[in-house]
């Protein structure tokens, strides 16, 4: 009965001094594990007189239960200052302001494509897309591209093998619309193009343009230059004014190349026009007919016109950007301008 109450003490001031779980549970298998003090005390009752043993024996039991409810309290008694503790650390004070997210915007490439899509939609356009990895059937062959022509040259393109290349232009998404839809035909194909331009300041082999095309019964050139009239001033100020000058593409007929207001100068001559007044953003042309016919229209009854403009080019007017490279190198000191 002395040993039991002796060691009852002691576990009570050891475990007053406990502040781990980890240091309560040695001191509960040193009183009370199999090779513990407990254990121990049980075991020399073999040594009483056979009188003796029953109260020895409920004595054990009531010192049993008695530290192990102990035991039980400390744990509780840990745990709750373990919780104080964390909610001490994790608490929130409401009043303070919350951390600002930094989260992107727009890239200035995609703002330029979304206003040139919402200019041509406010004019009944619809947007067309075609896949990136392109045939040389709708490449070339349907837009009356002739054999020997440089763009179809390997120097200039990216061929897969002799039938399949990244395209070069969005001009096939015209011929795979005009294929499988019947006039009136109004779209703008926005997306990336691919040819083998050494990187520099105004050039890279990838880089975006949106082209238009227009199918209908008595399509003239006159419809052409007002529509880019009117798509000029939307995009670049109302006192923009364009130039057409008389140029070749395989595709159209009569064809030009088609120069805006410089966006510096506003037509006085600057550096960036090379003081002409003008700066060249896209060409354009009446639809060939035999572009019309390879792609099932009839020439004779119908007619278009296409354009197609660099939209690099045009997010450099607009924004005052002189190298190219800027808008590919994911810089946000540099997107964050836009």
């Known amino acids: 009965m002395i040993q039991l109450d002796d060691m009852v003490k002691r576990a009570k001031e050891e475990l007053d001094a406990v502040k781990e779980i980890r240091s309560l549970d040695d001191l509960k298998v040193k009183y009370l594990g199999k090779k513990g003090e407990l254990t121990q005390i049980l075991r020399s009752m073999g040594t009483l007189a056979p009188e003796e043993r029953p109260a020895a024996g409920k004595a054990a039991n009531e010192t049993r239960e008695k530290m192990e409810m102990m035991f039980e309290n400390a744990l509780a008694s840990i745990n709750a200052k373990v919780a104080d503790i964390r909610i001490e650390a994790e608490k929130i004070d409401v009043t303070v302001p919350g951390t600002k997210n930094d989260i992107g915007k727009k890239h200035p490439i995609t703002q330029v494509i979304e206003e040139i899509e919402n200019i041509f939609i406010g004019l009944g356009y619809q947007i067309a897309e075609g896949p990136e990895v392109e045939s040389v059937h709708y490449n070339f062959d349907q837009l009356n591209t002739p054999e020997g022509h440089p763009s179809k040259d390997e120097q200039d393109t990216f061929y897969f093998d002799p039938k399949m290349l990244l395209r070069t232009q969005t001009s096939p998404v015209q011929a795979r619309v005009m294929e499988k839809t019947k006039p009136p035909i109004r779209i703008i194909c926005p997306g990336r193009v691919y040819r083998m331009d050494e990187v520099d300041a105004t050039h890279s082999p990838i880089f975006h343009q949106v082209e238009g095309l227009v199918v209908d019964k008595g399509i003239t050139m006159g419809n052409l230059i007002a529509t880019l009239q009117l798509f000029a001033k939307k995009l670049f100020g109302e006192d923009t004014k364009i130039r057409l000058r008389p140029h070749y593409f395989p595709f159209t007929e009569p064809s030009a190349e088609v120069d805006v207001t410089c966006w510096v100068c506003h037509g006085t001559g600057c550096n960036v026009c090379k003081g002409e007044g003008f700066v060249e953003i896209l060409g354009a042309g009446m639809v060939h007919p035999n572009v019309l016919r390879n792609c099932g229209i009839d020439p004779d009854v ?29 810089d946000m000191r540099f997107l964050s301008q836009f």
């Open 302 to 330: 119908y007619s278009g016109f296409a354009f197609g403009l660099g939209v690099e080019r045009t997010a450099m007017g607009r924004y005052g950007i002189s190298d190219l490279r800027l808008l590919y190198e994911n």
